[in-house]
């Protein structure tokens, strides 16, 4: 009970203000933050989690409304959850932990920068201009403003209150901050407001049932337009990763039971199956929520059940207190959630880990910023794919001349993304002007089709202008033809040796001593009469050895490479 009632606090401030951030009317956000509670809250998948609209989405929502009207949000919120459901039922929901941190922490800083300075222009009592780049760029001007009137200085400064008093209330001492910070703030901003002569702008808060609506034939019919389509996908993307990467996270926090993917990711498209059958915002777990139920006791999911019970009952009840909270307190609310979104610490923190993941981080970011959320992820998704394709394609070739054969030996992982090497090797061994070139290949540990196919092709022209051409391939080999000529060139037979295992009962034992007799004579093996299948055949190569390959050899060795 008690940790629903501080969730209930904490929720109640960001309802409000992810529905102003969205660009639709606050009732929207007090719905969907039942719906949250009251459906998804019950079902079964996470136990301490707690859904609602958030603040994560409230740039991608607002975007949405802006180009294709408040109408239009229920049926894209209504399939997004549909498709939900579907990725639930068909086990997607760890596929959604596969992808990068880097591009989890990149998308989630390129959502809080633009909240940031989206929310900026309501905590002084003015209006967003528009897109992110534009918000940013309005900054001077928005400031300039502001100065010049009093009651914007007076919105301001509760707006810059409440996100001072969100960075310095856990300091406060233990029974004092286990008051919601935002709840504080909303106190003091309604107080401020009352006083004579303070004239900043409130919420309007209208009729929650009249609020509803749902979506009709006319929104239906806009399903043939691939725009739609295409934030039905967003939605569903971004919720779904945003709630199962909650989940881990809260997983963190306690020590009950943990969060069933699948289960959790069918619980949250009901909930948005429900939320846009009444036209409300998109539902996902929040952390804000979520670790404040987990910090006020919570045990099992009644706690976040209950919340939802509450936010009805409230904004049912009580309409007339929300229209007292000035809109800078909740936009100031935001921007704290926006600046714990965007994390600025987490960039030093990837550079010093991983300069390559700073990069993909980085970059997811910045597109995130410039374009749209969908654009940002897609091609942070692209950079941490090259980048670890990069990270495995380690190929090692080294070229050296012995008397009349070029000699080019590769090792590690050959994939196209390293064939210039390779090409520029073969071309350089058949450059040498030796009449033999040895390909020695055995050390790859992976050989995909285009590098494969270039040394096949190489050895082919090769051979066709008279030069004898030794390939020596990964893995279990077959015996050529002989050369033209009748002559069979010798081969060496390669066979993998069985390791001799201990027998049961009888360990092998460690020690200075003698090693101990063997009790029964081994048993010779006979010469097989035909090579076994898993044999490997190799040139044998019958040059003498030249007279300084002792100190060829210790040279290599020492520079780290160690020859098959």
Known sequence: MTASLVVFLVALPLCIGVAVASGVPAELGIISGVIGGLVVGAARGSTLQVSGPAAGLAALVAETVLEHGVAMLGVIV?????????????????????????????????????????????????????????????????????????????????????????????????????????????????????????????????????SIDVPGPEQFAGLADAGIITAILTFTVIAS???????????RMHDGPRTRYNPELIAQGVGNTVAGLLGALPITAVVARSSANVQAGARTRLSRTLHGLWLLAFALLLPQVLALIPVSVLAGVLVHSGWKLFAPEEFPKMWKQDRGEFAVMTVTTLVIVATALLEGVLIGLAAGIVLAAVRMSQTVIRQHIEDDTAKVVMAGNATFLRLPQVIEALEAAAEAGKPRIRLDLTGVTHLDHACRSQVEQFTQQQRGKGLRVELLMPGA????????????RPYLRHETAQREEPRHGHPLKTGTGPLPRRTTPPVPTPEPAAPSPTAEWFYLDTTPMPEDFARRYAEEYAQGYTPR
């Open 241 to 251: 990763a945003e709630s199962l990467f909650t989940a881990a996270a809260v997983d």
């Open 477 to 488: 080999a077959k015996r050529p033809a002989a050369e033209p000529g009748g002559t069979e």
């Open 78 to 210: 209504l399939f997004s959850g549909l498709l939900q459901i579907v990725l639930g039922l068909v086990k997607l929901g760890r596929f959604f932990q596969a992808i990068s941190l880097a591009v989890v922490q990149g998308m989630l800083a390129g959502i809080g920068l633009p909240l940031m300075f989206s929310q900026a222009y309501p905590a002084m009592d003015a209006k967003a201009l528009g897109t992110p780049i534009q918000n940013i760029a309005g900054i001077p001007g928005l400031l300039a403003d502001t100065l010049a009137s009093p009651q914007a200085m007076i919105a301001a400064g509760l707006g810059t209150m409440t996100v001072v008093l969100s960075f310095l209330w856990k300091k406060m001492p233990g029974p004092v901050k286990k008051v919601p910070a935002a709840l504080v703030a909303v106190g003091v901003g309604i107080a401020v407001a009352a006083l004579p002569g303070v004239e900043v702008k409130t919420l309007q808060v209208g009729n929650l049932l009249a």
